[in-house]
């Protein structure tokens, strides 16, 4: 596709439900990001794959959180029993290249959950 | 990483400079500094990328000093649609994958 692809745009879930966020990233790229991002703040990095190996998920909140990409293309971010301090957007980014440094990451436009 | 600080917001108007200064005292030898644009309801859109010096593109200028502790990421004659926050990184070649987003600076340009 064009661009980093995420599903669905919103999202509304009651406390307590399990919810499963999609990624599409940039056909060929290697790794893939996601990110946290509350009401005002800046995003806030989640984990990190590159191709299938999910290199870093030192930001993930709580053992709640889990993601995975099996094929090193689309990804998945579940929350689990999910709580009202999950409610943020969940942005997902991918790049080219295996180091962020080398080249842009470019992101999708976001997945809003609200728990109610 | 070295921490980064911006303006929490700026004003301006249609066709004038603007120029957002972000400080980064602990920046590291093999520390880049990235600007990054956010519109509402989208994700960040890269914007420039710089080690030192100048670097221009189509969208942007971004200056570093010599002692890169800070840089200064100007955009030529801003319109309404400019209007956006505008992030700040320090990414660390080697180093891991993330990029470390700060709170950004407001731009709001008025007609």
């Known amino acids: 596709g064009a661009g980093v692809s995420q599903s669905p745009r919103y999202k509304v879930a009651k406390r307590g439900q399990d919810v499963a966020l999609r990624c599409d990233p940039i056909?060929?790229?290697?790794?893939l990001f996601w990110y946290q991002q509350a009401l005002g703040q800046g995003p806030e990095f989640l984990t990190y794959f590159q191709n299938e190996a999910q290199l870093d998920k030192s930001g993930l909140p709580s053992d709640r959180f889990f993601a995975e990409r099996p094929e090193g293309s689309v990804s998945t971010l579940k929350i689990q029993r999910t709580q009202q301090e999950d409610s943020a957007v969940y942005l997902c980014a991918s790049s080219f290249a295996r180091e962020v440094m080398n080249t842009e990451a470019f992101f999708g436009q976001g997945t809003r959950l609200t728990v109610v | 990483l070295a921490k980064t600080t911006q303006p929490i917001s700026m004003d301006s108007y249609e066709g004038q400079e603007v120029n957002i200064t972000c400080s980064h005292n602990?920046?590291?030898?093999?520390?880049?500094i990235t600007w990054y644009q956010q519109f509402p309801s989208q994700g960040p859109r890269f914007i420039i990328q710089g080690y030192k010096t100048k670097v221009t593109n189509e969208v942007a200028s971004l200056f570093i000093p010599a002692d890169r502790k800070s840089s200064t990421l100007s955009l030529p004659r801003v319109s309404l649609s400019d209007t956006a926050v505008y992030y700040c990184l320090v990414v660390r070649n080697n180093a891991g994958n993330m990029l470390t987003f700060g709170g950004g600076t407001r731009l709001m340009v008025k007609p």
């Open positions: 602990n920046i590291a030898t093999n520390d880049y």
């Open positions: 056909s060929g790229h290697v790794s």
